[in-house]
């Protein structure tokens, strides 16, 4: 467990950074060995995300921060790693420019000024310059004076902006800083968030014992969230890789950094009619571990580390194998900690038409039948079933995630909530009578996962199945679909 552990603790340690996405973005485009990297490190100096070539591992693109004239942007080095197959390296090129194209504020395109230029080069340049964005040319390699003469010749790629630099020695750094920093759109000034108003209810739950995980929301209007950030989690082999892949496309994909402590987690977020999908750690769910038992290992603390960083996760289930006791366990941290569910069985294809096995199809009633009965505290998480390898309903992933995201963050009055209370037929609840509690009155105290404060007569833990039916009561008058629900007991007389 304590590789197992270490092995994460390298990747990403999540933190969210808000501030660091708002920032300016310079992308550094063009083929390998022109000197990227070596440009990259000298921009960023100490504060430049630590690249590891840990196997299994795919790192597109690699993110920075600096500084320069007191003012702070980001940069990302867009040509993180590339496949060693030589072949691929063109199009890998390509598409990471594309990317860059998208998302960059402005643009450096580095030539090796010591090289002929090469039709990659010629075509990455036109790519760039079609696009719109401010490009500059830096061509690399110019150590002394008298080669800087040369960079003229590189003018024939079209840059109106050319200068030549030593990436290696620093010259020529300071005045390409500065025509790409001018490029940049103006400084915004700080707008605060609104902060959704505490109503009453919220107020009077603060005022019982100071103060309640209240959480102050960012609005626009009403609880309209623009990103959710997602967990894909499951044991080895249950098709997480493959999942992400069909989800995040090789096009829409655009790749945007957190900051972590030893190196930068990378998330890929995907844009869909207004909605963004942030899919957390994608370094980490491509993460395989070299043993089967150590690979065990690691998709539990993945799962934790994954789950701390989203609200939403996607439990993702192998549909031959069926829920193991490692589902379980993995389940059982998604449910604990807060997040929004959503139960995926993958591989549907081979339970249809291509059982390998021999038997008939599966029947879609029963299998979720099974899956219920296996992971009995997820009940209130949507199930689907899909085959990520074949497409298969891949598109329902997303319309799901934005249903489950829209439902966490649902806010009950107090009005409506005790409404709802005194329709509530307690009676039904099978629960000893010395074990009932009575409620006063019940108010929501925050959202995501939603909170209930309960005010009652006995200063007792819930007994399980009488929260179990208090949750079912809210869930088929409110939804929260794919949320747990949680609850606090306040007692009106201490005992
Ligand atoms: P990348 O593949 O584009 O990221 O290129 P690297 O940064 O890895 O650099 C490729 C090679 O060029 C390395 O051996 C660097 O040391 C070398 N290099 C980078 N910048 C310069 C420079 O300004 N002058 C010289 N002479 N070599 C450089
Ligand atoms: P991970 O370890 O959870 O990331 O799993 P991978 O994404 O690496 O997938 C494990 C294996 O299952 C690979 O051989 C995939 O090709 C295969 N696989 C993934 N999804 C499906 C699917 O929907 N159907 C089938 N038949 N195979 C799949």
Redesign the pocket.
Known sequence: WREAESIAAQLSTVTESAEAQELPLIAVCGRPNVGKSTLFNRLTGSRRSIVGDEPGITRDRIYGEIEWAGRDARIVDTGGVVPDDEALIPSEIFRQAQVALEEADSIVMVVDGRTELASPDMELARLLLRGGKPVFLAVNKMDTEAMQSQAENFRRLGFRNVLAISAEHGSGIGDLLDEVFASLPPEEVDEEPTEVMLTAADEMAEDEDGPQPVRKLRTHGDYVQKETKIAII?R????????LNALTGTDRAIVSPIAGTTRDAVDEVVERGGHSFRFVDTAG??R?GKTKLMAEKLSVVMARKHLEAADVSLL?IDAVEGVTALDANIGGYAHESGRSVIIVV?????MTTARTDGKPPADIKIYEQQVRDALKYLEYAPLLF?????GMNIESVFKKVELVSRERRKRVTTGQMNRFLEKVDFQKASVPMAKRIRIYYMTQAAVAPPTFVLFTDKDVKMHFSFERFLANQIRDNFGFIGSPIWFKIKARNKK
Request: avoid cysteine.
């Open positions: 499951g080895p082999n249950v098709g997480k890789s493959t999942l769910i491509r395989k993702v993958n591989k549907w294809d081979l899909i085959s990520a390898s074949e």
